[in-house]
C-alpha cells in the first residue's frame, strides 16, 4: 500500500466522520425522570434542546426533587446521545476501537 492511497483513505475517513456528526447533530434523544414527569430533549452530540415538566411536580416546597429529576432526565438523554454517538462511530470503523476516535462523539 503506497502513502498515496493511506492519503486518500484518511481522507475519506475524515469525510465519512465529518457527515456522522453532521448526522448526529441532526438526530434527538429523549431522556427522562420520575416516570415521564420530566423530559429533556437532546440532540444526537448532546446539546440540551428542551426540557418538559409536568405540573404536578412544579410544587414550590419539591423544588430540590424537581432540580434532581431535571438533572438525572438531562444525564439520561446525554447518556442516551453518547451511546448512539458510540454506534454511528463503530459503523465507520468498522467496530474497532482506534484511539482519539472515540472522543469525537
Known amino acids: 500500500m503506497d502513502l498515496n492511497s493511506i492519503m486518500q483513505q484518511a481522507k475519506g475517513m475524515q469525510e465519512k466522520m465529518a457527515k ?3 448526522d448526529l447533530a441532526q438526530k434527538t434523544i429523549t431522556g427522562s425522570s420520575g416516570g ?3 423530559t429533556v430533549t437532546v440532540n ?3 446539546d440540551v434542546l428542551s426540557i418538559s415538566i409536568e405540573n404536578a411536580v412544579i410544587d414550590p416546597a419539591e423544588q430540590e426533587m424537581l432540580q434532581d429529576l431535571i438533572v438525572a432526565a438531562t444525564n439520561d438523554g446525554i ?3 453518547k451511546e448512539l454517538g458510540k454506534q454511528e ?3 465507520l470503523t ?3 476501537n482506534i484511539p482519539g476516535l472515540s472522543n469525537l462523539t
Open 36 to 38: 415521564g414527569m420530566v
Open 20 to 22: 456522522i456528526q453532521q
Open 44 to 46: 444526537g452530540q448532546g
Open 94 to 96: 468498522g467496530g474497532l
Open 79 to 81: 447518556r442516551k446521545a
Open 89 to 91: 462511530m463503530a459503523q
